[in-house]
């Protein structure tokens, strides 16, 4: 066990350390319904695409070598004798002399090797004259020459957008094997804290983190299932996260971790299973009472009570557990460039996060803005930031007009 | 009507001219479900957060006054008379020469206006030593300093994160009101194509647009309505399309775009209603044949069959369309820099839109490397993009080494 402060470093190789090696399971999917999973094995054509020779414009299956020597002056003349329709086997061959008609995306006859189109030809009666003179293959799409059968086309591991599902649907797949959704218990502890919607008695306050923590779950691919607000009481507590460790895959508490004669949090969760709290404090700030134990081999994140920091420590800490147990990659977070807006200080020994919200200046340069995060910006902090800012443990400062890397907190593109 | 080819910036201004200039209605949700909607109302304050003082810390609340010359050598010496414990109004007031212990987030008793930590202080018995001269408000959160009553906390078109979650949560409510999310038929159309699941018979291909489509308009934060495959028979398209558009806010079909003797959209469009179709062909490249109608108030779009083709017209043209149904702000796209990686050349005449894969070189420079999507990489080409650049219609050709911007049609990052 780790019962003093770990530095960020030391936090993140702790948790990487206990991180099951495995994604959780997997489950089948209708393609439908498969937008932003994650595909949980590689996936190999059974069939070519396009599955037979393909017309890939409008007009008629011919012999190229017929069409030798045609010019917009000197036509030559074919006879027409069928037509090849999209979506059934040619019925006729095409001998020497005779052309068949044809329409884009229909099988080519036995017989032909090229198209000429219908803009380069002249129909009289049952002969037509072709202006054009082909080579083999013209206009033709050769049967396995988008994908071969055999072919992998996707691998594991890889996350399903539109691209994605229109070549699953290409190869004939209407359903798809692919990485379950974490399950994340969330839950809120203090006796002032009430859940949203009903009237708010004298002494409390309405639960924040709850709420922000299962919506960070949604937009890190998880599935929250909301447990409601428990009171400081160790049993209630310990009831609250046994069934948490029952039905869920991860389980995220915020509140009770800080130093108070109420903060029962480290001393519950040592109570629930080997091997207990792994982590207890992080030098970073805000967000150093953060904890974190296993329970067998789930994670339990106790995050702190202040909204701000809560919502920081699950985007360090959290957010990666929760991608790598949905067998998504871990990504680079999106990030951008911006100027410092303002002279900022580290804490002293720690690893300093500061909020900022993104604007530009007159010179169209992206400034980074400090948000205020202490005491009176506790939620409001919440919805101004776009992101924040790193400031190293044995840096003095960040100066004004210094650039600054901001993570960002969400994509404000659309 | 418009029966000649349009230029992009004609269709997209033919587009706007016609999109109703108010998104869907509206409805409310839970909290839990609002990740990732629409705010459809300004948000005001109906009480002060916090809605009282409150400590920020664990310590005893007093009166400044009486800590005045405290110091580490010389402590004042008070009587401890009460608790103030979290969730409950406090029962003691602090007079002169006493304190109240409390913990963090407890209402300040009556008659203080400082609380010192408990690090500042040593109990002995009931009398407690402060080491600290405080001033009035140390450690005190006062009611209203987060978020005043009255005070407008989030406007009306504000897409719901992790953080504006918190927010509302934060001053009390348990739904929200959100714009409706905009139904969107998909179909395809085409006698060769076949719905993916069952055995392929000859000389059909499993259809691929309806499924790329549909994942784009999740991605585009619309709802999906998948009605399948129709053969290119007028009869059957209309009905399609009548009950598309009887179920659907927006309908897309794919295929039955282009010249040939089946290509019949245009004239089911038109038999539908006024003013039937109002675009017919856009000069770009790829994506020439798309059309849109609208039928009343209801515009449908008609894309290429072409996969690659159909799924780019979609992000011109129709993703900002359901984005404004959805009442979102119309967001830059994301975009990169990027060196282009070969020369390319832009089709005579049309703004040409090539899919570009992106990857970085042994300088890490990040290089736009052209997906062929041609005749052989019709589907492929969904999978392997990262975006598309663009090519103005007058310019000659991109030079290898230029520097690109590309459109991103997924983000990478997580």
Redesign the interface.
């Given at each position: 066990m780790f019962r003093k402060l770990a530095t960020l470093d030391e936090a993140q190789e702790i948790i990487s350390q206990h991180l099951p090696c495995k994604p959780l399971g997997t489950e089948d999917t209708k393609?439908?319904k498969?937008?932003?999973r994650v595909l949980a094995e590689d996936i190999t054509a059974k069939?070519n695409?396009?599955?037979?020779d393909?017309s890939?414009v409008?007009g008629y299956a011919v012999k190229a070598e017929d069409t030798f020597g045609a010019e917009e002056s000197k036509p030559v003349k074919l006879r027409v004798c069928g037509m090849a329709?999209?979506?059934?086997?040619p019925k006729t061959v095409v001998g020497s002399g005779t052309v068949v008609r044809i329409?884009?995306?229909?099988?080519i006859p036995d017989g032909a090797d090229a198209v000429v189109m219908?803009e380069d030809t002249e129909l009289k009666g049952d002969e037509l004259l072709i202006y054009d003179s082909l080579v083999e293959g013209t206009n033709i799409?050769?049967a396995g020459?988008?994908?071969r059968k055999g072919e992998t086309?996707?691998k594991k591991g890889t996350v399903?957008?539109?691209?994605?599902?229109?070549?699953?649907?290409?190869?004939?797949?209407?359903?798809v094997k692919v990485h379950a959704i974490p399950r994340v218990a969330v839950l809120s502890t203090?006796?002032?804290?009430a859940?949203?919607?009903?009237k708010?008695r004298?002494?409390?306050?309405?639960?924040?983190?709850?709420?922000?923590?299962?919506?960070?779950v949604?937009?890190s691919?998880g599935e929250?299932i909301?447990l409601g607000v428990f009171?400081?009481r160790a049993s209630e507590i310990q009831k609250a996260l046994r069934r948490a460790l029952a039905s869920a895959d991860l389980v995220i508490t915020s509140g009770g971790v800080?130093?108070?004669?109420?903060d029962l949090l480290p001393e519950v969760l040592d109570s629930l299973g080997k091997p207990g709290v792994v982590l207890c404090g992080i030098a970073i700030k805000p967000g150093k009472p953060a904890t974190m134990a296993l329970i067998g081999e789930k994670m339990v994140f106790s995050l702190p009570?202040h909204?701000t920091s809560a919502?920081l420590v699950f985007h360090l800490l959290v957010h990666p557990v929760i991608?790598k147990m949905a067998g998504?990659?871990?990504?680079?977070?999106?990030k951008v460039k911006a100027f410092a807006a303002a002279r900022m200080f580290p804490a002293k020994g720690r690893r300093t996060f500061i909020m900022v919200r993104l604007r530009q200046d007159t010179l169209k340069r992206l400034l980074a803005e400090p948000v205020p995060t202490g005491?009176?910006?506790?939620?409001?902090?919440?919805?101004?930031?776009d992101g924040f800012i790193e400031i190293a443990e044995n840096q003095q400062f960040l100066d004004e007009g210094e650039e600054v890397t901001v993570r960002l907190?969400?994509?404000?593109?659309?």
């Amino acid at each position: 066990m780790f019962r003093k402060l770990a530095t960020l470093d030391e936090a993140q190789e702790i948790i990487s350390q206990h991180l099951p090696c495995k994604p959780l399971g997997t489950e089948d999917t209708k393609l439908l319904k498969a937008p932003n999973r994650v595909l949980a094995e590689d996936i190999t054509a059974k069939l070519n695409i396009p599955p037979f020779d393909r017309s890939t414009v409008d007009g008629y299956a011919v012999k190229a070598e017929d069409t030798f020597g045609a010019e917009e002056s000197k036509p030559v003349k074919l006879r027409v004798c069928g037509m090849a329709d999209a979506g059934e086997l040619p019925k006729t061959v095409v001998g020497s002399g005779t052309v068949v008609r044809i329409v884009t995306g229909a099988p080519i006859p036995d017989g032909a090797d090229a198209v000429v189109m219908l803009e380069d030809t002249e129909l009289k009666g049952d002969e037509l004259l072709i202006y054009d003179s082909l080579v083999e293959g013209t206009n033709i799409m050769k049967a396995g020459s988008d994908i071969r059968k055999g072919e992998t086309v996707l691998k594991k591991g890889t996350v399903l957008g539109s691209g994605e599902i229109g070549v699953l649907a290409a190869i004939g797949l209407s359903k798809v094997k692919v990485h379950a959704i974490p399950r994340v218990a969330v839950l809120s502890t203090g006796a002032e804290v009430a859940k949203p919607g009903g009237k708010l008695r004298p002494g409390k306050v309405y639960d924040t983190n709850a709420y922000s923590l299962s919506a960070a779950v949604v937009e890190s691919g998880g599935e929250p299932i909301y447990l409601g607000v428990f009171p400081d009481r160790a049993s209630e507590i310990q009831k609250a996260l046994r069934r948490a460790l029952a039905s869920a895959d991860l389980v995220i508490t915020s509140g009770g971790v800080s130093v108070g004669p109420k903060d029962l949090l480290p001393e519950v969760l040592d109570s629930l299973g080997k091997p207990g709290v792994v982590l207890c404090g992080i030098a970073i700030k805000p967000g150093k009472p953060a904890t974190m134990a296993l329970i067998g081999e789930k994670m339990v994140f106790s995050l702190p009570g202040h909204p701000t920091s809560a919502l920081l420590v699950f985007h360090l800490l959290v957010h990666p557990v929760i991608q790598k147990m949905a067998g998504r990659k871990l990504g680079a977070p999106l990030k951008v460039k911006a100027f410092a807006a303002a002279r900022m200080f580290p804490a002293k020994g720690r690893r300093t996060f500061i909020m900022v919200r993104l604007r530009q200046d007159t010179l169209k340069r992206l400034l980074a803005e400090p948000v205020p995060t202490g005491l009176s910006g506790a939620i409001t902090t919440l919805a101004r930031a776009d992101g924040f800012i790193e400031i190293a443990e044995n840096q003095q400062f960040l100066d004004e007009g210094e650039e600054v890397t901001v993570r960002l907190l969400k994509s404000r593109a659309s």
